[in-house]
Structure formats: C-alpha cells, structure tokens
C-alpha cells in the first residue's frame, strides 16, 4: 500500500516572539524558511551539527503524561551517542536557547504519535521541535516515548523511513533499541559526511 507524505514549506516574512515552552517560531527573517515534516521523512540536512543543545518539557498536563517520559527522553538521545553518533546533545533547562524542544501532546490529527517542525536559515539547522503525542493509541509508555524520540531523532540525523521491521526507522517502530543495520548505516553516513 502506497503512503502519500505531506511536506509543506512555508516562508515566513513576519517575526513572531519567542516565548518559553511552547512551540512558537523563532523570529524571522526572509532568509529563513519552516519545514513542517507531517510525515517524518529525513531532515535532508547534508551536514548534522557536532553540537545540539536539548529541553525536554519537564512536566504536562496532559492525561497520559508520566514523569518517567523525561528520563526516557533524555535516554533516546544517549542510545544515538552510545553508538558514536559524532553529536554532543547537551541538554538544558532553558527552552529558549535549545535546538532541540521536545514537548508532550495529546494528539494529533495525522494518525502518528511523533512528529517534527524544522527551521532552517541559509541551509542550516536553526531549531527543531519535536512533539509526542501520548494519547495516539492505547499503550502509550515509557518504551513507547523511547522509541518514538529515537526515531526522531534518526530523522534529525539524516535518516529516512526503513521497510526493515526492526530498524528504529521502520514506519511503525515496535522496539526501543537500534538494530545492527541501523548502527552499520549510521557509521557509514558520518563516515561518508567527514571525508573532505
């Protein structure tokens, strides 16, 4: 069965005010563009920053929200570095000088439970939102929230959607670790992306 992906591009020509967790863009200027990926595609950045700050929202709301979500975030980022992603994710308490804002929703209107906003300038990563929606399906857990950030953050660093079913880039992600393949492809594109 075939997918249809919904990217949408949208320039911006007016600033919007920065203002602490929430997702709201950064200011902007005509040289910067937001990439809504609805569909969780690759970032298509050719080069990955060596160094991201990260927040994580501390705390929700939301029904479904555990406590526990915020460790197993920072957890997604640290099974990446372990496997010698060449990324520094620094975390931070401050979610306006963060690249990378996780936040926790309820829902979304898409049948996902993680999805991605970019902003880019001059073809650069400026700032990533990352949001999970933990009343997507029944069953929303620790692990779950895992798993999902991993993917994200696999399209963060470059990677697209894998048909392989224990991949962390397959479509439907059913397991909170990385698979061999997964290690082996990430090895070799930083590999590839430091050669002069």
Known sequence: MKRSVIL????A???????AQVPV???QTAC????EIIANRSSGFGMVPEYMSVWVEPSSRHWAFDPAFVGEAREAFGVWSDAGVPVIFDFTSDSTRA??????RNRFTEPVTGRSTWWTADGRLGRVDMEIALAAHPGVDAPVVRAVIMHEIGHLLGFSHSREPDSIMSYYVS????SERDVARMRKRFALQTRP
């Open 175 to 178: 397991r909170a670790e990385l």
């Open 25 to 27: 863009e950064p200011p």
């Open 99 to 104: 690249m990378i804002r996780i936040f926790w």
């Open 32 to 35: 910067c563009q937001r990439v």
């Open 8 to 11: 949408s591009i949208i320039l």
């Open 13 to 19: 020509a007016t600033p919007a005010p920065m203002v």
